[in-house]
């Protein structure tokens, strides 16, 4: 599978973004997929992860600092896995990618049990 997120941009600080994380290939359904963010010089950072299969409510995990202002969703129909992000602040500057899990396991969330890394999306936080 192929992801390729979108939906970055620059936006001031309180402001919201939702980013888009679009699959090609095969269907994004039945893996967990995760959220990662990259700021300059850091390590790549786990965001939220957010379980597969084909369900009404899907079970998330969130990491400690955007809990309460990011929602992870997804649309089966569409492929798409979203990353709604409210009450921004300019710390969550960075690159942000997708990726599928290698375990399926949804708190197993060290980036390098994702792969299927596509092409980040740049958010940028600033007054």
């Known amino acids: 599978v192929q992801l390729q997120a979108s939906g970055g941009g620059l936006v001031r600080p309180g402001e919201s973004l939702r980013l888009s994380c679009a699959a090609s290939?095969?269907?994004?359904?039945?893996?967990?997929v995760g959220w990662f963010r990259q700021a300059p010089g850091k390590e790549r950072e786990f965001v939220t992860t957010?379980?597969?299969?084909?369900?009404?409510?899907?079970?998330?995990y969130y990491a400690d600092f955007v809990k309460g202002r990011f929602s992870v969703s997804r649309d089966n129909a569409k492929n798409t896995v979203y990353l709604q992000m409210n009450r921004l602040t300019p710390e969550d500057t960075a690159v942000y990618f997708c990726a599928t899990s290698r375990s399926g396991d949804l708190y197993r969330v060290h980036w390098t049990d994702f792969d299927s890394w596509g092409q980040g999306t740049q958010v940028t936080v600033s007054s």
């Open positions: 290939g095969r269907t994004l359904s039945a893996y967990v």
């Open positions: 957010i379980l597969g299969g084909d369900r009404t409510n899907y079970r998330t």
